[in-house]
């Protein structure tokens, strides 16, 4: 599992100590006596013990599959076991690193810079007691995780009346510009030119909060024998009309290398439109800013992506994890040949092995400086404990403390 610098850790203790635990066997389980040595591992913080996961495997320590359990143990509040510790007082040193997420102007998805869910974080308690009406406009990808925060958020709030629409995150910003929403949940980074624009019309930089990190899933129908996944020259050149990865084009499940009955089937292209954050992320980091081929499919909405795939033995399509269902498929993918495929799932979305990951955005109304108390308020509840439970609820993968305290600190300049 590879760890490029461009990921940050946000790792707040610099050592974790291997001890050995108290094992609890299952039901049906061998017995404690007949099992290879285990240690756990132990560390001052969340972050600590994600990066010794990570440094365990790279180093070779232990296997992707036990630190996939050991990462799971780690979110859910256990002291992960690792087999075969490298000694009982072992200490493995983890870089401290700043995280910092700038809303200025669109950078490589590298920039991601998330290392796992620190649900360390402090309980909603509001500041202020909000009534009038609360507005959310933007992105379709959030809109489950937006529509049950708004809802959980509200129920601190009474006399808050809230609207949401989900019309994609180009709508974010002109929403705000236009006073007809205060929240504008964004699947991709701030354009250059939503940046200027912001500043004219409300006389201060935007603020773009990350609340949230996402795998862009590829998904293929469940009877497609593709399960060893594709490069993103493949993907590339399935999708795009020049191939600016420099591979050819590929037409038909045979072109990838499959046989009997999919072999001259033609590839069904299913897309985003362009009004969607996920369509342009897609387009800038797949296709290196290249164009879709023609006769693509475009949906108005996450869901019915993958609805079109599941629909379709022969359709390919993509959209955030959060949607997936059981009657699709989603690839494993690899930034080119000499790298290992691997699934769009949480462990390889904190490394940076996954290459299609995102941070998710909300871009908050301020005018001159001054946020609106709604938007000030919300910033607050979506770094709480519960707004990232919320998070992972809906399928993504929670910020952690650090990572929470960084945006927050962007508030107040």
Known sequence: MRIPASVFLAVTATSCIYVQPQVQVPPGAASPAAAAPVAAVAADSFEARVASIFKMQRDGTITETQAHQMLSAC???ISPAAPQAPAATAAIAAKPEVLAADAKGAAPVASV???GADLNLPSYKPETVLEGRMQVMGSDSMDSLMTHCCGVFKSHHSKLAISLEDKGSSTAVPAILEGRADIGPMSRELKPSE??????????DPVALVVAIDTLA???????????GLTMEQLDAIFSEGCLRGGSKISTWGDLGLEGEWKDKAIRLVSRNEASGTYSFFKE????????????EMMNGSREVVQAVANDRYAIGYSGIAYKTPAVHALPLAADKNRQAVPPEEIHAYSGDY??????????????GVYSPSAKEFSRFIYSREGQQLVRTEGYYPVNAALAQAQLRKMEK
């Not at 940046?195 to 201060?204: P, Q, V």
């Not at 590829?218 to 060893?228: E, G, Q, S």
């Not at 290459?355 to 001159?368: A, D, E, G, M």
Request: charge should be positive; hydrophobic fraction near 40%; proline fraction near 6%.
């Open 75 to 77: 979110i859910n509040g």
């Open 113 to 115: 810079a998330v290392v």
């Open 195 to 204: 940046i200027a624009r912001y500043r004219e019309t409300m006389g201060c």
């Open 218 to 228: 590829v998904y293929v129908h469940p009877d497609n024998p593709l399960k060893n």
């Open 285 to 296: 980091q797949v296709l290196k800013k290249g164009e879709f081929r023609a006769g693509m």
């Open 355 to 368: 290459p299609l990951t995102r941070s998710l955005f909300v871009v908050l109304s301020r005018k001159n």
